[in-house]
């Protein structure tokens, strides 16, 4: 090597070997790079996608998105290639970590097949809503629905069934009755208690793999809640509150299901008035949880996209016997008929307006005459009104439907049982509170005709609102976890190691 071209190498190494070095560092810095440290809330909603849309996907109203054209076929295989490479690939001296690492990754494939699954069954609902008709085109044995009190009878069925081929709720186990996993089956709360009991019983939708659930039940029953730890006359709810934030502590600390959507797929079930006060305590249970209330009161918080309004049934006795049916339309005498105490704004405003004028048509009463018998007034008059009390549900819309009465709904904010399902305008009659001086009038102006529609319908949706002592397909039951089915195909959820 010439003098000259040992110069020129030289020279070259001393520039080249500073930018390699450079090369390097910069690849190194655009790397991948591992986070020390993240806590699973501050990412987990990054891992939930809600819909844009307000609307019930039974209406084809959901944002087409990604996720909606997911076919379940492409997570068929029984073992998922990352488990094949994993066997294949991982040293036998750790195979502690590569059983934790095999199991996260099948729970991750049982989620994307959920996922998956759920996706094919938004399009087939989307599809099957395209149908117009008043009568579903479905087949099914017992019961085909049909006229205009659904909003889309196809899609309706159509989901109805998928439902009863996928829905799989997990119960939490933590929790001791009386608070946890019980309530009451009589009173005024009985849809609150048959449901959780129903529930536990384990005959319909429940599963005890958490990694199949498509939600969680938190099983804690906020009139038992009252009951033990409501101070009266303190109007101090805190104990209470108290109690709900330390049971979804104990869930989120526990099991890794509550962290990963941050309580979107977890629903909450109450009748009692102050169940959404319950649920404020924890922001992620009222804000992203779905709540299922008979207080559906949009003004309080009351998100119809998420939460799902579920009726108020007052059985005294547990049972339904004789509170069904009633006389022909041309064997009710009375126009309309209210009798209850005054218990908020709106019965006062009712009773003030038409307590007093003994009006034979329109009766109204805070208390009745003796020896006049409540239910023969609901089974002999042609609309029965429900107005709201201090909160917006009331157990006289379930019994005017046992009744065969025309529900005469008197309400601000309420958002009526099953609403994404059922069209209330056909088989109710809605009367602003402005409106309760021209009740009559408002009345009177139904034809003949149309009141006799209105009152088939009344009949038709009675099955819907029934509570059986044994479940049947399409009663209360059914309907209301058909309402919890619908919003969790509202989300889309991903697991941590996505």
């Known amino acids: 090597m010439t003098p000259s071209s040992s110069f020129w190498f030289s020279s070259f190494k001393l520039v080249l070997l500073p930018l390699l070095v450079f090369l390097l560092v910069v690849v190194s810095t655009l790397g991948p790079q591992q986070p020390s440290s993240l806590h699973p809330l501050s990412f987990a909603s990054s891992l939930l996608q809600e819909p844009t849309s307000n609307n019930s996907i039974l ?3 959901s944002t087409d998105s990604s996720f909606l054209e997911a076919e379940t076929d492409f997570f068929a295989p029984n073992i998922p290639f990352s488990d094949a490479i994993m066997e294949k690939e991982t040293p036998r001296h750790d195979m502690s970590k590569n059983k934790e690492s095999e199991a996260a990754v099948k729970r991750n494939s049982k989620l994307e097949r959920i ?14 809503a395209l149908v117009r008709n008043l009568t579903s085109t479905h087949q099914d044995p017992d019961y085909v629905p049909q006229g205009p009190i659904y909003r889309n009878a196809n899609a309706f069925h159509r989901s109805y069934m998928e439902m009863e081929k996928l829905f799989k709720i997990y119960v939490y186990e933590e929790g001791e009755p009386p608070i946890f996993h019980n309530g009451p089956c009589r009173s005024i709360y009985s849809s609150e208690g048959r449901f959780i009991h129903e529930l536990e019983k384990g005959k319909f939708y429940r599963t ?12 804690f029953s906020v009139v038992m809640l009252v009951h033990y730890l409501y101070k009266p006359e303190s109007h101090k709810t805190d104990a209470i509150g108290r109690v709900v934030v330390d049971y979804v502590d104990v869930i989120a ?19 009692h008035d ?12 009222f804000h992203k949880s779905i709540r299922v209330l008979c207080n559906a009161n949009t003004s309080e918080g009351f998100n ?28 009710r005498s009375i126009l309309a008929f209210f009798a209850g105490r005054l218990h908020g704004y709106i019965r006062y405003l009712l009773l003030n307006e038409w307590r007093d004028k003994l009006d034979p048509d329109v009766q109204v009463f805070d208390q009745l005459p003796r ?19 201090y909160e917006v549900a009331s157990p006289r819309i379930v019994e ?24 209330w305008k056909a088989f109710s009659v809605q009367v602003a509170v402005k409106d309760i001086p021209n009740i009559k009038n408002i009345l009177m102006g139904i034809s003949q005709r149309q009141y006799l529609r209105m009152q088939r319908r009344v009949k038709q949706v009675q099955r819907h609102f029934v509570v059986n002592a044994a479940p049947k397909r399409y009663d209360v039951f059914h309907m209301i976890n058909h309402s919890i089915w619908l919003r969790r195909l509202n989300i889309l959820v991903r697991d941590f190691d996505s």
Not at 253 to 271: E, I, P, Q, T, V
Not at 304 to 330: C, H, M, Q, R, Y
Not at 372 to 388: D, E, I, Q, T
Request: proline share 9%.
């Open 59 to 61: 209406n084809g109203s």
């Open 253 to 271: 600390g526990k099991h890794r299901y509550w962290n990963r959507s941050l309580g979107a797929d977890h629903f909450m079930l109450s009748c």
């Open 400 to 423: 005017a439907i046992y009744a065969e009465c025309v529900p005469v709904l008197i309400s601000d904010n309420y958002v009526p049982p099953f609403s994404d399902v059922l069209n």
């Open 208 to 219: 005890r793999d958490p990694d199949e659930a498509l939600v969680y039940f938190l099983p």
């Open 371 to 389: 020896g006049v018998s409540y239910m023969s007034k609901l089974k002999n008059s042609r609309f029965c009104l429900c107005p709201s009390g």
């Open 115 to 128: 996922e998956a699954n759920l996706a094919r069954v938004r399009s087939s609902i989307k599809q099957a």
């Open 274 to 285: 102050w169940g959404p006060r319950a649920s404020s305590y924890v922001p992620d249970l």
């Open 304 to 331: 119809p996209s998420k939460d799902a309004s579920f009726p108020e049934i007052n059985l005294l006795t547990g049972e339904v016997e004789g509170l069904l049916g009633g006389p022909s339309p041309s064997r």
